[in-house]
């Protein structure tokens, strides 16, 4: 059984920061790929970053430069830094893990920018 985490979400105003965190039940190793992605409302989920077993990332071209994603495997978190945040990316960010070709995902945690 996978369960992943997430915390550090909250309100703040535009052009401030936040580090989403995303505690896994056992080595981060374990997974091909760890990700975050968003769903803002009435919107579909988008991929905002991701982190493969081996270091590779990607992003979004409307985070790049400003979101940094990594990896503690002594921890068994994956993290998202957010700087420069702009209302745009207000949303529920969720962490998302595969494992073996299923998706597992955490329950959320609520991102809202001010302006």
């Known amino acids: 059984q996978v369960q992943l985490v997430e915390s550090g979400g909250g309100l703040v105003q535009s052009g401030g920061s936040l580090r989403l965190s995303c505690a896994a039940s056992?080595?981060?190793?374990?997974?091909?790929?760890m990700g975050w992605y968003r769903q803002a409302p009435g919107k579909p989920r988008d991929l905002v970053a991701q982190i493969t077993i081996g270091g590779s990332t990607y992003y979004k071209d409307s985070v790049k430069g400003r979101f940094t994603i990594s990896g503690d495997n002594a921890k068994n978190t994956v993290y998202l830094q957010m700087n420069s945040l702009k209302p745009e990316d207000t949303a529920v960010y969720y962490c998302?893990?595969?494992?073996?070709?299923?998706?597992?995902w955490g329950q959320g945690a609520q991102v809202t920018v001010s302006s």
């Open positions: 056992g080595s981060i190793f374990r997974f091909n790929v």
């Open positions: 998302n893990a595969n494992l073996g070709g299923k998706e597992y």
